[in-house]
């Protein structure tokens, strides 16, 4: 599966931005989504999760109760609302795709997406 993430940029402290990732190649609803993020000279970490159906999500403690992620399967396209956002937030944003259940692992993820840089000015 092909993945293309998109709708990052500049957005000043305590703004929101919502990022998209498109997927293509593969039955979408096949695979669960994460979102994971990368700032500069740290390692990649976990953002949020969700499975096949989006009956069940996850999130890291850093964003729970200010992103969201969802998806909509007919249009093969996960989604992540970033609210409230801080400088702390800043990064590439990655999104990935694996079969069955979602998981908090960047090693269980089979496709990755390019990523998108978010930038959060304070």
């Known amino acids: 599966v092909q993945l293309q993430a998109s709708g990052g940029g500049l957005v000043q402290d305590g703004g929101s931005l919502r990022l998209s990732c498109a997927a293509s190649?593969?039955?979408?609803?096949?695979?669960?989504m994460g979102w994971f993020r990368q700032a500069p000279g740290k390692e990649r970490e976990f953002v949020a999760t969700?499975?096949?159906?989006?009956?069940?999500?996850y999130y890291a403690d850093s964003v729970k109760g200010r992103f969201t992620i969802s998806r909509d399967n007919a249009k093969n396209t996960v989604y992540l609302q970033m609210n409230s956002l801080k400088a702390e937030d800043t990064a590439v944003y990655y999104c990935?795709?694996?079969?069955?259940?979602?998981?908090?692992?960047?090693?269980?993820?089979?496709?990755w997406g390019q990523g998108t840089l978010v930038t959060v000015s304070s």
């Open positions: 990935a795709a694996k079969a069955r259940g979602p998981s908090y692992s960047g090693s269980a993820y089979n496709y």
């Open positions: 969700i499975s096949w159906s989006g009956g069940s999500t």
């Open positions: 190649g593969r039955t979408f609803r096949d695979y669960a």
